[in-house]
Structure formats: C-alpha cells, structure tokens
Nanobody, 127 residues
Framework: QVQLVESGGGLVQAGGSLRLSCAAS????????MGWIRQAPGKEREFVAA????????NYADSVKGRFTISRDNAKNTVYLQMNSLKPEDTAVYCC????????????????????WGQGTQVSVSS
C-alpha cells in the first residue's frame, strides 16, 4: 500500500501563490506517475497536473498551464505543486494521487488511472 498525505493548502488572495506538498510513504513505486486532481464545490473532479516519478515528463490542464508547476523530490518521496497567479476559480480541494506502475501519458488525465489517493487539502482563493 501507498499512503499519500497532502499539505500546504490555505486561503490566499487572487494573484497570490501557494505550494502544495504530497508526501508518499509505504510501498513507493519507482515507476509510478503522481498527479494532482481537484474538486470544486458542486463540480466533478478535474485533472490538474501529473509527473512521472523520474520527473522526465509532465502534463498540465489547459486551465493551469503557465501558472502551476509540478515537481518531485525523490529523496523525500514528495511531489509538489507550485501554484502562482491564483484565481478564484482555482478554489477546490486538491488531492494527490498515484499509480501502481507506469501508465501511458495519454491516460494521466483520467481519474480512474490512479490507484492511491490522499485525503486532500483545501485551497481557497478570494477575489
């Protein structure tokens, strides 16, 4: 099993920044893809970003490209999501997710591609 614990959420004004962290423990899969998925009130879950565990490939939702950056620190088994130029529409619960093994990048945006999930951290952006 893999345990994922998110941190770093909070309340920020529009235009501000936050950095989310996702610490993985347990049976860490070296070939796993790590992703961030968010869910706003009354809306479906939305893919935000993903990164291979090696860090050689990333993908972003169009809505966050140029503002968010996903990265990882393998020594700390941690994945980060740096969020800049935040907008009120970024308000959501952000969840970290991981796959058991390598998956095709074309499937990263699918919620069902991920096997392990964290509890999520709330991000609120005021206007």
């Amino acid at each position: 099993q893999v345990q994922l614990v998110e941190s770093g959420g909070g309340l920020v004004q529009a235009g501000g920044s936050l950095r989310l962290s996702c610490a993985a423990s347990g049976r860490t899969i070296s070939s796993a893809t790590m992703g961030w998925i968010r869910q706003a009130p009354g809306k479906e879950r939305e893919f935000v970003a993903a990164i291979t565990w090696s860090g050689d490939s990333t993908n972003y939702a169009d809505s966050v490209k140029g503002r968010f950056t996903i990265s990882r620190d393998n020594a700390k088994n941690t994945v980060y999501l740096q969020m800049n130029s935040l907008k009120p529409e970024d308000t959501a619960v952000y969840c970290c997710a991981a796959t058991k093994a390598y998956i095709s990048p074309s499937t990263w945006v699918r919620e069902g591609s991920y096997d392990y999930w964290g509890q999520g951290t709330q991000v609120s952006v005021s206007s």
